[in-house]
T-cell receptor, first 113, second 111 residues
Framework: EPEVTQTPSHQVTQMGQEVILRCVPI?????FYWYRQILGQKVEFLVS????????KSEIFDDQFSVERPDGSNFTLKIRSTKLEDSAMYFC???????????FGQGTRLTVV | KNEVEQSPQNLTAQEGEFITINCSYS?????LHWLQQHPGGGIVSLFM???GKKKHGRLIATINIQEKHSSLHITASHPRDSAVYIC?????????????FGKGTHLIIQP
């Protein structure tokens, strides 16, 4: 069964460093999303991406964040200069055009120290 | 923007009990998601439903679009059902701004 895969599963980084979280969506899906879950809180929407550009972004998604589809398969989330409060679980999701059924990756746990 | 509320926040039950988790939302939607999150953190999609009822094994999800309410039921609950159950609805009418998630229901099934 096709699935969304995320790497790495866990990343520890120093405050101020850049991190890139990677996602491989399901191959025929056209909508891609990043979500974030701070420990003990609910999952929050960060950004959606369609047709090689950002469709919507939340107020969380400030200038420190960027997304890219560098090739036909990967979908990345970059945090330029990480802060302690960026520590969270980051989920990638993808969905096929015309539905709202989302398929989630297993998440990347980012720890900023 | 949709607001999603779940209840209860925490639920402890004995093995074999019938479990009900409730979800309400504020904006009319095309479909609602029920998700499961295990202690490791990964999210698994259980159901996406737009009307009526869906059943998968011991899990049953129902939705009342007019009432803006959905329930997730677990029959003959088992300790392995222990997890956080989350409902999520489209943030607005379209899909571009993703899903709004409830806070989750932390379910513990004791043997």
């Amino acid at each position: 069964e096709p699935e969304v895969t995320q790497t790495p599963s866990h990343q520890v980084t120093q405050m101020g460093q850049e991190v890139i979280l990677r996602c491989v969506p399901i191959s025929n899906h056209l909508y891609f999303y990043w979500y974030r879950q701070i420990l003990g809180q609910k999952v929050e929407f960060l950004v959606s991406f369609y047709n090689n550009e950002i469709s919507e972004k939340s107020e969380i998604f400030d200038d420190q964040f960027s997304v890219e589809r560098p090739d036909g398969s990967n979908f990345t989330l970059k945090i330029r200069s990480t802060k302690l409060e960026d520590s969270a679980m980051y989920f990638c999701a993808s969905q096929i055009e015309g539905t709202t059924e989302a398929f989630f990756g297993q998440g990347t746990r980012l720890t900023v120290v | 923007k949709n607001e999603v509320e779940q209840s209860p926040q925490n639920l402890t039950a004995q093995e074999g009990e019938f479990i009900t988790i409730n979800c309400s939302y504020s904006v009319g939607i095309s479909a609602l998601h029920w998700l499961q999150q295990h202690p490791g953190g990964g999210i698994v999609s259980l159901f996406m439903l737009s009307s009526g009822k869906k059943k998968h094994g011991r899990l049953i999800a129902t939705i009342n679009i007019q009432e803006k309410h959905s329930s997730l039921h677990i029959t003959a609950s088992h300790p392995r059902d222990s997890a956080v159950y989350i409902c999520a609805a489209p943030s607005s009418g379209g899909g571009a701004d993703g899903l709004t998630f409830g806070k989750g229901t932390h379910l513990i099934i004791q043997p």
